[in-house]
């Protein structure tokens, strides 16, 4: 199957400052990214769909201004979280669509504002 | 927009035995998936299944579109098997169109 990576796995920043997270395919091109959020015992929350030479589409309720995202190349979406407060920690995860049209998931990023 | 609903929500079962996850879904879809999300977070790829059967090992799914639901099965449990099991789909034709999760079964297998 295809392969998506993430970068970092886990990361820990003080209150105020910005983390970026990258997401890479490994073995297929990507269009479209996509950026969720998860909270301990809950499902994935789709926060932003990342689209290569464009603007990212994001979903109702998620501020753009703080999570801002970059689909720079056809194999790579990153994700910063500016001036990050402790509420924003949280498990981020990102996938992208295959050829086949099955999603595949990196292996997320675990974010922990202090 | 579609509501996915997933049951049992919780599930704790010894080594050994067989269990049923199910999925709901309000409207037609034109992808659906299944994943493991083990300890570690990862999202494992268990089944794309927009219709009809499909078996791996032990895992088995069933899709039967037109009246709007799927199921998991999972045979000879084993304490790996532990994790949330996740329902996926994706109502638009197009593979970038976004996919809606339900919100799992915490399966916990006991040695």
Same mark, same amino acid.
């Given at each position: 199957?295809? +392969?998506?990576?993430? @970068?970092?796995? =886990? ?7 910005? +983390? ?14 996509? =950026? ?34 970059? @689909? ?8 910063? +979280?500016?001036?990050? @407060? ?26 922990? +504002?202090? | ?16 035995? !067989?269990?049923?996850?199910?999925? !709901?879904? #309000?409207?037609?879809? *034109? *992808? ?5 999300? *083990?300890?570690? /977070? ?5 089944? &794309?299944?927009? #219709?009809?059967?499909?078996? !791996?090992?032990?895992? #088995? ?7 709007? &639901? #799927?199921?998991? &099965? ?8 532990? /994790?949330? &099991? ?7 034709? !197009? ?17």
């Amino acid at each position: 199957g295809a +392969v998506v990576s993430q @970068h970092p796995s =886990w990361v820990i920043c003080k209150s105020g400052t910005s +983390v970026k997270i990258e997401c890479r395919s490994l073995d297929f091109q990507a269009t479209t990214m996509f =950026w969720y959020r998860q909270f301990p015992k809950q499902s994935l929350m789709l926060m932003a769909t990342s689209n290569e030479g464009s603007k990212a589409t994001y979903e109702q309720g998620v501020e753009k201004d703080k999570f801002l995202i970059n @689909h720079a190349s056809l194999t790579l979406s990153t994700l910063t +979280v500016t001036s990050a @407060h402790p509420e924003d920690s949280s498990f981020y995860i990102c996938s992208a669509p295959s050829r086949a049209y099955e999603q595949y998931f990196g292996p997320g990023t675990r974010l922990t +504002v202090t | 927009g579609i509501q996915v609903e997933q049951s049992p929500p919780d599930l704790i079962l010894q080594e050994g035995a !067989n269990s049923t996850l199910r999925c !709901n879904f #309000s409207d037609s879809v *034109n *992808n659906l998936q299944w994943f493991h999300q *083990n300890p570690w /977070g990862q999202l494992i790829n268990l089944f &794309y299944i927009p #219709s009809g059967t499909k078996q !791996n090992g032990r895992l #088995s799914a069933t899709t039967v579109a037109t009246e709007r &639901y #799927s199921l998991l &099965y999972i045979s000879s449990s084993q304490t790996t098997d532990s /994790g949330v &099991y996740f329902c996926a789909v994706r109502q638009g034709l !197009n593979r970038d169109d976004k996919i809606i999760f339900g919100k799992g079964t915490r399966l916990h297998i006991l040695p």
